[in-house]
């Protein structure tokens, strides 16, 4: 096996690895103050399995498993089959690459994962969490009103995005990612979000 095959290895194991941690702190029955403290030690502890040039590479694997536990702790309205594919896309800019991949085909809420990669801000029709990449910053109101109609969870991590109007927006803090959460434009969209959720983040716009 190459070196470049074993990172990709490494890296995958890293996200599934976080996954799991995360999974049993939101699923416990923590004190709430300490379940912030663990949830930032955990995620630390994510970060510091990278040597320090792979610290981009850490940081995505992070985020990419606070995806995954956003689509278990929010609830989509009208859901006519709740067998059908819960579709994850990713719009603009990936940063995310292979990380992604150990998500596809992974069960959230009895449906089965799917990621997909939409051209443009125009081509989003059957997304459920739609990521937005950089490069999409300048369409974040076409976006943001298609969210609204299609019940589509928005996330991202360009800066401000939750004050933007973005529902979920990762924020870095120190060597910790954690996350903004805009109840105000979820509710809007149809959305619930899971009081296990709005205890971890950060902030909450309401």
Same mark, same amino acid.
């Given at each position: 096996?190459?070196?470049?095959?074993r990172?990709?290895?490494?890296?995958?194991?890293?996200?599934?690895?976080?996954?799991?941690?995360?999974?049993?702190?939101?699923?416990?029955?923590?004190?709430?103050?300490?379940l912030?403290?663990?949830?930032?030690?955990?995620?630390?502890?994510?970060?510091? @399995?990278? *040597?320090? %040039? =792979?610290?981009?590479?850490?940081?995505? +694997?992070?985020?990419?498993a606070?995806?995954? /536990?956003?689509?278990?702790?929010?609830?989509?309205?009208?859901?006519?089959?709740?067998s059908?594919?819960?579709?994850?896309?990713?719009?603009?800019?990936?940063?995310?690459?292979?990380? @992604?991949? *150990?998500? %596809? =085909?992974?069960?959230?809420?009895?449906? +089965?994962?799917?990621?997909?990669?939409?051209? /443009?801000?125009?081509?989003?029709?059957?997304?459920?969490?739609?990521?937005?990449?950089?490069?999409?910053?300048r369409?974040?109101?076409?976006?943001?009103?298609?969210?609204?109609?299609?019940?589509?969870?928005?996330?991202?991590?360009?800066?401000?995005?939750?004050?933007?109007g973005?529902?979920?927006?990762?924020?870095?803090?120190g060597?910790?990612?954690?996350?903004?959460?805009?109840?105000?434009?979820?509710?809007?969209?149809?959305?619930?979000?899971?009081?296990?959720?709005?205890?971890l983040?950060?902030?909450?716009?309401?």
């Amino acid at each position: 096996m190459t070196a470049a095959k074993r990172m990709l290895t490494f890296g995958k194991c890293r996200v599934f690895v976080c996954i799991l941690q995360l999974n049993y702190l939101l699923r416990g029955r923590l004190v709430r103050d300490h379940l912030k403290y663990f949830i930032s030690t955990i995620l630390c502890l994510c970060l510091g @399995l990278a *040597p320090a %040039h =792979g610290s981009i590479r850490s940081e995505y +694997e992070v985020k990419a498993a606070f995806l995954y /536990n956003f689509t278990r702790f929010v609830s989509w309205p009208q859901v006519v089959d709740s067998s059908a594919p819960l579709v994850v896309c990713v719009v603009g800019d990936d940063p995310f690459g292979e990380l @992604l991949d *150990p998500l %596809h =085909g992974r069960k959230s809420q009895g449906r +089965e994962l799917q990621i997909r990669y939409p051209e /443009n801000a125009y081509s989003l029709t059957g997304c459920d969490v739609l990521y937005i990449g950089q490069s999409e910053s300048r369409n974040l109101a076409t976006i943001f009103n298609l969210a609204q109609q299609h019940g589509m969870l928005t996330v991202s991590d360009l800066q401000g995005f939750a004050r933007k109007g973005g529902m979920f927006g990762y924020v870095k803090q120190g060597n910790v990612i954690r996350f903004e959460i805009n109840l105000k434009a979820a509710t809007e969209a149809g959305l619930t979000i899971n009081s296990r959720l709005l205890e971890l983040a950060v902030r909450v716009l309401r």
